[in-house]
């Protein structure tokens, strides 16, 4: 038998009625119990326990709890593997104790480290670069239990020498990790059997310099016309094409598998070179990429300038050597099948081939002593109050002519006015080498209003600049200007919290979509907005978190997320990976995860990685995350969304859970250690394509279950939150085919709540009011069978994550007379309240209609409620009045039919219908004017599978403008009536042959 005791260790002399002893050990213990000890029920005083304890060497400590007796046992015996939180009452001996954990005989024991690389640890804020500073900063640390240092950890990789953690340590041996636990330390397994691996250097993504010295314009725009040959075994095949833009859905068909070629004169700016035409020396020209898809080959003037594998991430190349003229030509070979394709599953989840260059593409003059990186790393000291935030700005600089006499200054700019200015300070054997790094922090005081949040996105300016110091110059000077915003992300238990505050994520789905342009955005007129539209539509219906199904964005879409505020999962470019085995998909995906969390680690919009989509944890996912990912950036949290084999912290790599589809059958009740995400939830309506033809109003019903999932996410406690899939529709007009004048729209379907058009929809107004951060709550005063609102007792719950209602502003406008006013919460309304109340200043509360709206912090509506007052009341009462009828006439006629009259005994105008003896048809007459001229009519809908879940080419899908009804009625005669109280019920028999 095994059990587990918890209490918390202290060194005393025990007393104790029962505690006659035969011998003694010579550590007394008292109010404190410890893991793996093995309980002894027939021993029943603690004079028995301790006699037994010490007849046996291999005991080394004994518990007894009088209170336990005849339960799960008085007397624990055995050895200690853990001391843990108190438990009064327990008291015993011990043969030994282990040094205290924090250096002093106070805090609950540690078990030593050596030589173990513990796997479920996060790195530690700041720069920790002692073993000693290590130890102290976990021992300051809320539930810090285990720290180790690695002095051999390369900074320029970005790795960190601390780390910390709430559990144990687990891993793999490694010499160079050495620290303490609270936990008992097992023997490390034997270390796996590593993939094969190729050389790998961290990618790297210049920033862009915003100004260099005597430059005008740093950058050349590749975007607009190329020249494009569909086939390269064809060598006059040319045709126009733009860029960015996918080439299928320009009109060119090309076989899976085969290289296309892009093609451009490009002529460099007169001030980037000499007079010979080549690039002047204190220059050097990148040509970036965001994005080509899927693997790309690149050529100026036929020479072979470099290779890069992977369609939905970065890449740069230095091409200075190749520029030796003013004007050249530039060839991108083009392959859409490839390896990054499969493991993505991106043609095949699109319906078509995704090849071309997708994203923006230009060249970048910098000088030849630039920045290679600047990584920005707010975070905050614990304990802390969110008042005071430390900004790490870790600079590596590229030093291509291994030069000294330069000086490097960061200046922190907020809201346009600078906050500090730092040197940064490298060693004097690291500024001549080529790569030289160094970290300045800058210390933010009584900067919790400068915090940046999805629902205040303030931001902060890095201005780094680069300026040549020696007598005779060697370089040009520059200046990047960089932003960032001071945000923490923590996962506490099972809940996450941003800079202090636990939030819910009213999420969605969002793919890089256009019905014209595919995952190619850069051209949707006006040209290079779209992403900033599409965030901006998306928080207007009160979303706070996107994830970017299933690869990441584009460059443009994480600006705007900073910019206005959005929650981003940024999710790697790997969907229904199963195929990731063996050591050509590892290097892949090594590759592929390093670039994109490089590439937007310094946005703060991102809080979360989500590593694949729905696939299975393989070992190369294992591998890349533990040895290249997580140092890459270790300040977020990491989920594997809807994917197989998810184990989590700290026995694991993950942070938090993930579920797809979960109904309300799910368990809420909070039973998982850590927060769990429901990264798709609420698919709507889209593969039931003839019945939604037939019925639209089904679009209407969808908000009925949606929102009462999404009220019992929002309940739980431990679930951070929902995407609701999806976003917005996901199809693709296709251009003609063999001959064909139509287009042909393929792709999943209409998934979204905003259509491929970014239109409204039916859904749109549902989510907008599901999703409301400010759910008001009406009473209603009954009589008669009429209410109306109670407009003096409105109260609201806030489910603002960060805003107080205080801060929002609401008017009320009466429809009926005109009037207005404000609507104010009177006492502070803090985030994640309820029952707030809400007064409508200056309002007759008699009044018939009125419309409430609340405008954010950041000017959006919010949400919009009609309200109906005491006046209402009499209105409806006019209405019934004037349009009133007397109960109907019933005249059976000679040929069977029935006439049906109705008198309005207000107006005096009758109602006649007329029900056909021999066709059972329906036609109705009012004051001459024919209201009803045939029917009813039955339509029946046949569910016979002819629609499938995905639109291709190949079971292209015509379907009529509307559902024709049944046409052969045969009516069974006679009609059959029965009139009760102000109605009749006419009984209408027949049959159709169709049915």
């Known amino acids: 038998m095994f059990s587990i005791l918890i209490s918390v260790l202290s060194i005393t002399t025990v007393q104790s009625e029962n505690a006659s002893t035969t011998c003694t050990l010579p550590r007394t213990i008292e109010d404190m119990a410890c893991q793996g000890l093995i309980s002894q029920p027939t021993l029943i005083n603690a004079s028995q326990c301790n006699d037994e304890c010490c007849g046996d060497n291999n005991c080394q400590v004994w518990l007894f709890n009088p209170e336990n007796i005849g339960t799960s046992g008085g007397c624990w015996l055995g050895q200690c593997d853990d001391m843990l939180s108190s438990n009064k009452g327990w008291f015993g001996a011990a043969r030994a104790i282990p040094e205290p954990f924090c250096g002093n005989s106070t805090n609950p024991p540690s078990h030593t480290i050596s030589g173990t690389q513990c796997l479920s640890l996060t790195a530690a804020k700041g720069n920790v670069n002692s073993s000693a500073a290590c130890e102290s900063y976990c021992c300051s640390a809320p539930d810090c239990a285990t720290w180790v240092f690695d002095a051999t950890a390369d ?109 451009r004169t490009v002529q460099l700016q007169s001030d980037w070179i000499l007079p010979s035409g080549a690039v002047k020396d204190n220059l050097r020209i990148k040509l970036k990429a965001d994005g080509i898809y899927s693997m790309a080959e690149i050529f100026i003037d036929g020479k072979d300038v470099g290779n890069h594998l992977g369609g939905f991430t970065p890449f740069e190349l230095d091409v200075t050597e190749f520029c030796i003229t003013k004007s050249f030509t530039i060839m991108i070979n083009v392959t859409s099948s490839s390896l ?74 907020y809201e346009g006015t600078m906050v500090e200015s730092k040197e940064v300070e490298f060693s004097a054997a690291d500024k001549s080498s080529l790569m030289p790094n160094a970290s300045v922090t800058f210390t933010i005081p009584n900067c919790r209003d400068t915090l940046w949040d999805s629902e205040h996105p303030r931001l902060y300016n890095i201005i780094v600049t680069l300026a040549d110091t020696g007598s005779t110059p060697m370089f040009l000077n520059s200046t990047t200007n960089l932003t960032t915003g001071l945000r923490e992300v923590q996962v506490r238990g099972n809940r996450v919290f941003v800079n202090g505050n636990p939030i819910k994520a009213r999420g969605t789905t969002r793919h890089e979509t256009h019905p014209l342009w595919g995952r190619a955005l850069w051209n949707v007129p006006p040209a290079g907005g779209q992403w900033e539209r599409d965030i901006l539509k998306l928080r207007n219906i009160n979303i706070n978190y996107i994830r970017t199904s299933h690869y990441p964005p584009a460059e443009e879409l994480m600006e705007a997320a900073d910019k206005y505020g959005m929650f981003i999962e940024l999710e790697m470019p790997f969907c229904w990976a199963s195929g990731n085995r063996g050591p050509a998909a590892f290097n892949y995906t090594v590759q592929a995860q390093t670039e994109a969390a490089k590439f937007n680690r310094n946005h703060p919009s991102v809080i979360a990685y989500s590593l694949g989509n729905e696939s299975p944890w393989t070992e190369n996912f294992n591998a890349s995350f533990y040895g290249y990912v997580r140092r890459i950036d270790n300040t977020r949290p990491f989920m594997f969304d809807g994917g197989e084999g998810q184990t989590f912290a700290p026995d694991g790599p993950l942070n938090i859970r993930t579920e797809h589809y979960p109904g309300l059958s799910y368990d809420f009740d909070g039973n998982f250690s850590v927060p769990t995400l429901f990264g798709e939830y609420a698919h709507l309506n889209c593969y039931n394509r003839r019945e939604l033809l037939a019925d639209p109003g089904i679009r209407v019903n969808w908000a009925l279950g949606v929102t009462a999932m999404w009220e019992a996410t929002y309940a739980a ?92 502003t609401c008017m009320w406008f009466d429809t009926t007379s005109g009037s207005s006013g ?174």
């Open 717 to 808: 406690e431990d679930v951070l939150g929902a995407c609701y899939w999806a976003g917005i529709d996901d199809q693709f007009f296709m251009p003609p085919l063999n001959g064909t004048t139509h287009r042909r729209l393929v792709g999943y379907g209409p998934w979204g709540v905003i259509d491929n058009w970014r239109r409204d929809k039916p859904e749109t107004t549902a989510v907008k009011h599901m999703y409301s951060p400010i759910q008001l709550r009406i009473n209603q005063v009954c009589s008669g069978g009429l209410c109306y609102d109670d407009l003096v007792s409105l109260t609201a719950d806030n489910r603002h994550d960060f805003t107080d209602l205080q801060d929002v």
């Open 340 to 413: 990054a394709d499969t493991l993505a599953s991106g043609s095949k989840y699109a319906t078509h081939d995704l090849g071309g260059i997708t994203r923006k593409i230009r060249l970048v003059a910098v000088s030849t002593v630039s920045l290679a990186d600047v990584y920005m790393k707010p975070y905050f000291i614990p304990p802390t109050d969110y008042n005071t935030a430390s900004l790490d700005v870790l600079v590596t600089v590229a030093n291509e002519i291994k030069y000294t006499d330069y000086r490097c200054t960061c200046q922190l700019y």
């Open 822 to 995: 404000r609507a104010i919460f009177p006492k502070p309304a803090p985030p994640h309240t309820k029952g707030n109340v809400l007064e409508l200043q200056k309002v007759d509360p008699n009044s018939q209609e009125l419309m409430l709206q609340c405008n954010s912090t950041r000017g959006f509506i919010i949400d919009t409620w009609m309200l109906y007052g005491a006046s209402s009341v009499t209105h409806l009462k006019t209405m019934q009045q004037t349009t009133e009828f007397q109960p109907p006439s019933v005249t059976p006629l000679p040929d069977g039919s029935l006439l049906i009259v109705s008198k309005n005994v207000t107006s005096g105008k009758n109602i006649s219908y007329t029900v056909d003896g021999k066709s059972g048809m329906v036609s109705a007459v009012a004051g001459g004017v024919p209201l009803v001229q045939s029917g009813p009519t039955l339509m029946v809908l046949a569910i016979d599978g002819s629609t499938s879940s995905q639109l291709t080419e190949a079971n292209d899908e015509t379907f009529g403008p509307w559902t024709a009804p049944l046409q052969n009625w045969k009516f069974a005669p006679p009609l059959k009536y029965n009139q009760s109280g102000d109605g009749v019920l006419v009984s209408i028999a027949g049959s159709y042959s169709e049915a």
């Open 155 to 263: 900074t320029n990789d970005d790795d960190a020498k601390c780390w910390i953690g709430t559990g144990s340590c687990k891993g793999m041996p490694n010499p160079n990790w050495n620290g303490a636990s609270k936990f008992k330390v097992p023997m490390p397994p034997p270390p796996p059997i590593p993939p094969p691996l190729i050389p790998f250097t961290i990618p790297r993504l210049s920033p862009v310099p915003e100004k260099i010295d005597s430059i005008v314009n740093n950058e050349l725009s590749l975007n607009g016309l190329w020249q494009f040959n569909p086939n390269t075994n064809n060598a006059t095949d040319w045709h126009s094409i733009m860029v960015p833009g996918e080439y299928t859905l320009q009109g060119f068909r090309v076989p899976p598998g085969v290289t296309v070629t892009y093609q």
